[in-house]
Structure formats: C-alpha cells, structure tokens
C-alpha cells in the first residue's frame, strides 16, 4: 500500500518540477488571463459597493475581491482535466495505459494534482497582487493557515474526483468538451466560484450550500476570510464524505469501463 501511494506521490512530484520548468509559459498563458479577470471584478466590485454599500451581509469589498482571488485558484488548479480523460478515451489512448504498473485514472488524478498545485499558487500569487493593489491586504492568522492548506488541498481532491466521474462518461459520448462546459457552470453557479451563496434566495443557498460543487470553492474561499475551527471541521469531514462517495463511484465506474475496454480490445 505504501508503495503504491509512494509512486503515485513520486508522478505527482515529477509533474511539480516539469510544471516548474514551464512556469513562464503557464503564467503567461493562463495566470494573467485570470489575474486580468479578478482586476474586471474587482473594479465591478467597487463600484457596486460605493453605490450601494454592504451588498452582501457580513462581506466587506476587500472581502468580495480575495473571496474571488481564493475561487478562481482552487477551480482552475485542475485545468483541462475533463477533456484530457475525455479525448484518451475518444481516441482508444486509454487502452496503451492498462498495460502500465498503474491505475490510469489514479495516475490522471496525481499528474493533475501535481501541475494544479503549481497552478493554484501561481494563481494565488498574482491574484493576490492585484486584490493587494486595489482593495489591499487581509488578516489571516498563522495559527489557521496549516488548516486553509488542508482545506485548499481537499478542494483541488474532490474538484479532481468529480471530474474524473465525469470525465468517465465520454466513454458514452463522443465529444467530453460538452460536459465539461456542464460541469464548469455548475461549479460556477452552485460552487459558489465568483460570489457567495449568500446572493441567491435562502433556499437555493441552502441547496448550493449542501452540494459538492461548495465544497470546492465556496466554503474553503469563506473560511479563509471567516476562520473558526468549527467551521473548518465540519468542512474537513464534509469534503472527505464527499470524495469518499466520488471515489465510490468512481471505482465501480472505472472498473466497468476497463472491462468493455479489454473485451473489445481497446
């Protein structure tokens, strides 16, 4: 057992360094789009909050801009994961991986968590400079930051095993690109990316608030704004419920589609 998490950690530490040694080309094509995204909000956020003042109870502007900065981090860590699974199984690339000392889709899952940690910071990075420069900083205790990172590292988890499970369904389908536009906009509306929930109805709140989407934007963005330690353990085991159902899931479907892949010889 040791082994095999050990080689699956060493695949995502291979990916950190490879991501490291193309660090300009992910900033340049991806970070600064985003950063220049937060900059648009953050201006929009400025000026619905001087016209119109606390537009949402209990957040501050400062507040609303790095709520954005934390969201657009943790859901765009995964990049393309959707289409990548997506198009291995599109083209039959899948069945050149069963023969490999390793489980194809735990091994995606690694690869991808090793390039969306560099993702993450990077994003978090220059996000922040531009949340800095225009609402400034914000107070975080150093006694939470070790719970944020759990948080923020189970986040990415359940984004990616989500995603795997739906990525599996392109067996099915010809074209993945399709749910993964799905999947994104449900992460946008009901995983609370942009803005809180607390702009929709109470009951729709409440909904979004109970489903898995929240879990890997909303709740952990709000934490680091509002840290409590309650608060952060009722997180923690709600995200590992939700990434235990996933994996479930994930493994009966996995384990399906291996079979019809090796019955039709790929």
Known sequence: ????????????????????????????????????????FANLWTVVFA?????????????????????????????????????????????????KPYNYIVYKIFVSFGKGLINFMLVLFFGGIVAYLMVGGIKISLVSVPFLLIVALLAMLLNLVIASVISLFAFWIEDSSSLNYIYSKFTFIFGGMIVPLEVYPPLVEKIAAFLPFSYS?????????????????????????WIGFFIIILFFLYKYIIKKVSVNGG
């Open 1 to 40: 057992m040791n082994s095999q998490l050990n080689k699956y950690l060493s695949i995502s530490f291979i990916n950190i360094k490879e991501s490291l040694t193309y660090i300009w080309d992910i900033i340049f094509g991806k970070v600064i789009f985003i950063a220049l995204i937060i900059f648009v």
């Open 51 to 99: 016209s119109k003042g606390e537009v949402i109870p209990g957040f501050t502007l400062s507040m609303m801009v790095w709520y954005l900065v934390f969201g657009e981090a943790l859901v765009t860590s995964i990049g393309r994961f959707v289409k990548e699974v997506g198009d291995d199984i599109k083209s039959g690339e899948i069945a050149n991986y069963l023969t």
């Open 217 to 241: 934007a909303y709740h952990p963005s709000k934490l680091v704004l509002i840290f409590s330690f309650k608060t952060f353990l009722e997180i923690f085991i709600v995200q590992l419920l």
